[in-house]
């Protein structure tokens, strides 16, 4: 049973930077090819993807993410990062980790249903 847990939100002013954490634990050995994603939502909108990173190392970023946001990953330690910069005001949202348990690639990659895992989510607010 796969768990994410996300760290590293909270408030920072419009041009500000946070880096979000998510850590994976219950991944078996021999773990097979996985999408690891942030998505994001705001109370009263569907949820979107924001940039996925798979176990080939490819990112796929929303057009919106791209250029302000860099995902990376620890396979060491199952950790998956969001590098967000540039932060703007419309950023402000509850960002959720997810995990799928096979590769994906371009726009599905940024589809929730793809993704049987989430985290419990971490909030961002800019201002």
């Known amino acids: 049973h796969v768990q994410l847990v996300e760290s590293g939100g909270g408030s920072v002013q419009a041009g500000g930077s946070l880096t979000l954490s998510c850590v994976a634990s219950g991944i078996y050995a021999g773990r097979g090819a996985y999408c690891m994603a942030w998505f994001r939502q705001v109370p009263g909108r569907e949820r979107e993807g924001v940039a996925a990173i798979g176990s080939d190392g490819r990112p796929v970023y929303a057009e919106f993410a791209r250029g302000r946001f860099t995902i990376s990953q620890d396979a060491a330690t199952d950790t998956v990062y969001l590098q967000m910069n540039s932060l703007k005001p419309e950023d402000t949202a509850m960002y959720y980790c997810?995990?799928?348990?096979?590769?994906?690639?371009?726009?599905?990659?940024?589809?929730?249903?793809?993704?049987?895992?989430w985290g419990q989510g971490t909030q961002v607010t800019v201002s």
């Open positions: 997810a995990e799928a348990v096979r590769g994906l690639v371009g726009a599905q990659a940024l589809g929730e249903r793809e993704y049987p895992y």
